[in-house]
Structures are given as C-alpha cells and as structure tokens.
C-alpha cells in the first residue's frame, strides 16, 4: 500500500489556483467598493493582510486533509481532487462568517462566488495528490505494536500502455487559454492607463480589466476547450502517440487547422492563427503531463460454436479455400 509524501513543494503547486481565484476575488471586492464609497480605497497594508490570511488559511485546511486523508490510507486523485473543493468550501466559509475579506458577497451571489475557490479547491487537491509523490507503508495494517512489515519490491508492468482519460487533466488544460488571454492586458495597460485623468482611478482599472478578462474567457473558453482537449487525447490515442512532444504537435496542429476553417468564415480570425496552435500545443503538453498512463484494456472475450472456426489469422484456411471435385 501507497500514501501520498508530505511535500512542501506539492503543497506549493496546490496553492497556485487558489492564490490566483483568491486574487480575481480580491480585485473584484476592491473594485466593487469603488461604487459604493468611492473614496475609501483600502490601503495596500490591509489588502495584503486579507489576502495573506486567506492564502494560509487555505493552506492550512489543504494540508490539514493531506494528514486526514494519509491517516485513512487514502492516495486515489479523486480523493484528494474532492478533498481540496471541500477545504476551499470551509475556508470560503470560515471567511465569510468571520468577515476575513475586505467586502461581503452581495445578497444572492454567497454561493455563486463561492463556486469559484472550491473549483480551484478541486484543482488545487488533485495538484498535490500529482506532485507529491507516493511513499511505500512500513507498517501492515494488522501487525502487532512494534512489528514492522517488510516492505514489499514495487512492482512493475511491462505491458502495452496508453495514455489516461483524465477529467483533472482536461479541466487543467482548458484553463491554458484563459490564463494566456489574461495576459494580454498586462500589454495594453499603459495605453489604457493614459486615458484616465484621474490616476487613481487609472490603477483601479488597471487590476480589474486583468481579472476580468480572466472571468469572461474561463466563463466562455472552457467548455470548448475542454471537448477540444478531449479530441485531440483521443486522436493522439487513436495514433498510438503518448509523448509530451507528440500530445504538443497534435494539439497544435487541431488548433492551428481549426482556426484556419474558421478564418474562412470570419476574416478577423486569421491574426489568432498562430497564437491558437501555440496554445494548443501547450494545452497537449499540459494534458499529457498531468493525465499519466494506463495499461490497455484486455480484448473480449469471443464467443464460438464451432471449435473450427478458431483459427489463427495467418493459417492457410483464413487465404485460400479447398475445393471438392463433384461428379
């Protein structure tokens, strides 16, 4: 038997979505006091002391289920993909009833927003069930106190394989374009900056068209993208191809050629050419790294009522046919 290590690197990786949702969320509650009282800015100070306390807050409760879950002898991803959206869940709710955020979620929206970092939670989990790594049990079970199981020699498998269809990993990948159209705003903020007198007001919108931007594309992209991921595993696997490298060219090229079709329709779209088939390969590489391998599953049975016909493929009687001289 299995656990999940105790990794502070793992934990690290964990902890990227929620510190990512953790800061749209942030953003949004500063820009949302801005209608509301538009002259009480929170000071830098205080904004960073709400985040950081979320941030070890949700750190605590992910490793708190770590230890929980390696003292139930749980190491399956699913476990530990449920455990992160649960503790994201009662850390969202520990901030909310003990007001460790900068605003309240308005009337209606508690359990909308909080969909958000118990997603993130899920991601963050099944992170940290990946990166860790497993550790072999010293300690059987039923053995006596003090007893020390031998530890057995980890068994190997030396037959065909194929690459996993993984839920965790085509979420992970359909999250690729979001986070690279995120990006773009980063390029145009000194021109938008320059347009606002007030600068101020400038800084304010200098956060919230990233973290918008990030809302809109996850709210508009990831479905597509995610049975696009799913087309391009099951072409990679119909293919036989399950290197990083390859899930990359294949993921490119279905991005590269599906832009392409669409440009014919919409003109505009020729621009994103490139741009797709670069995103597309990562979502390959990203989905390949995260999905793993599985062996392949054994052929059914075959049913026969005349031992005759159970032939090998290559024996004459499958490549030629005896004749019988009638009188």
Same mark, same amino acid.
């Given at each position: 038997?299995?656990?999940?290590?105790?990794?502070?690197?793992? #934990?690290?990786?964990a902890?990227?979505? %929620?510190?990512?949702?953790?800061?749209v969320l #942030?953003?949004?509650?500063?820009?949302?006091?801005?209608?509301?009282? $538009?002259?009480?800015?929170?000071?830098?100070?205080?904004? %960073?002391?709400?985040?950081? =306390?979320?941030?070890?807050?949700?750190?605590?409760?992910?490793?708190?289920?770590?230890? #929980?879950?390696?003292?139930?002898?749980?190491?399956?991803?699913?476990?530990?993909?449920?455990?992160?959206?649960?503790?994201?869940?009662?850390?969202?709710?520990?901030?909310?009833?003990?007001?460790? &955020?900068?605003?309240?979620?308005?009337?209606?929206?508690?359990?909308?927003?909080?969909?958000?970092?118990?997603?993130? =939670?899920?991601?963050?989990?099944?992170?940290?069930g990946?990166?860790?790594? @497993?550790?072999?049990?010293?300690?059987?079970?039923?053995?006596?106190?003090?007893?020390?199981?031998?530890?057995?020699?980890?068994?190997?498998?030396?037959?065909?394989?194929?690459?996993?269809?993984?839920?965790?990993?085509?979420?992970?990948?359909?999250l690729?374009?979001?986070?690279?159209?995120?990006? @773009?705003?980063?390029?145009?903020?000194?021109?938008?900056?320059?347009?606002?007198?007030?600068?101020?007001?400038?800084?304010?919108?200098?956060a919230?068209?990233?973290? &918008?931007?990030?809302?809109?594309?996850?709210?508009?992209?990831?479905?597509?993208?995610?049975?696009?991921?799913?087309?391009?595993?099951?072409?990679a696997?119909?293919m036989?191809? =399950?290197?990083?490298? +390859?899930?990359?060219?294949?993921?490119?090229?279905?991005?590269f050629?599906?832009?392409?079709?669409?440009?014919?329709?919409?003109p505009?779209?020729?621009? %994103?050419?490139?741009?797709?088939?670069?995103? =597309?390969?990562?979502?390959?590489?990203?989905?390949?790294?995260?999905?793993?391998? +599985?062996?392949?599953? #054994? $052929? +059914?049975?075959?049913?026969?009522?005349?031992?005759?016909?159970?032939?090998?493929?290559?024996?004459?009687?499958?490549? &030629?046919?005896?004749?019988? @001289?009638?009188?």
């Amino acid at each position: 038997m299995y656990l999940v290590k105790n990794s502070a690197r793992a #934990l690290f990786a964990a902890l990227i979505p %929620l510190a990512i949702v953790e800061a749209v969320l #942030l953003v949004f509650a500063i820009a949302g006091g801005q209608v509301t009282d $538009p002259v009480g800015v929170p000071a830098p100070d205080q904004m %960073l002391v709400f985040y950081a =306390g979320r941030m070890a807050m949700n750190a605590a409760l992910l490793f708190t289920g770590h230890l #929980l879950l390696r003292q139930w002898t749980i190491s399956s991803r699913l476990a530990y993909g449920s455990m992160g959206g649960v503790m994201a869940a009662v850390s969202y709710g520990i901030a909310i009833r003990h007001h460790i &955020q900068l605003a309240a979620p308005g009337d209606g929206t508690v359990v909308t927003i909080g969909l958000l970092p118990t997603i993130a =939670g899920m991601i963050g989990g099944f992170l940290y069930g990946q990166f860790a790594g @497993l550790s072999p049990v010293a300690r059987a079970a039923g053995a006596a106190a003090g007893a020390v199981a031998p530890v057995s020699p980890q068994l190997v498998f030396n037959g065909p394989v194929r690459v996993r269809t993984s839920f965790a990993g085509i979420v992970i990948a359909a999250l690729i374009p979001t986070v690279l159209a995120t990006l @773009l705003p980063y390029t145009l903020l000194p021109l938008l900056m320059n347009g606002f007198a007030d600068k101020s007001t400038a800084h304010i919108f200098a956060a919230v068209i990233p973290a &918008q931007t990030f809302m809109v594309m996850m709210v508009i992209s990831v479905i597509p993208s995610s049975i696009f991921m799913l087309c391009v595993h099951h072409v990679a696997r119909a293919m036989s191809r =399950g290197n990083a490298w +390859e899930y990359a060219a294949i993921g490119g090229g279905a991005a590269f050629a599906c832009t392409l079709l669409l440009a014919f329709a919409v003109p505009l779209l020729a621009f %994103l050419v490139m741009p797709a088939a670069f995103c =597309g390969a990562v979502m390959g590489a990203i989905y390949r790294r995260f999905a793993g391998l +599985e062996p392949m599953p #054994l $052929p +059914e049975a075959v049913i026969a009522t005349d031992p005759n016909a159970l032939v090998d493929a290559d024996h004459p009687s499958r490549h &030629q046919h005896g004749v019988i @001289l009638s009188n």
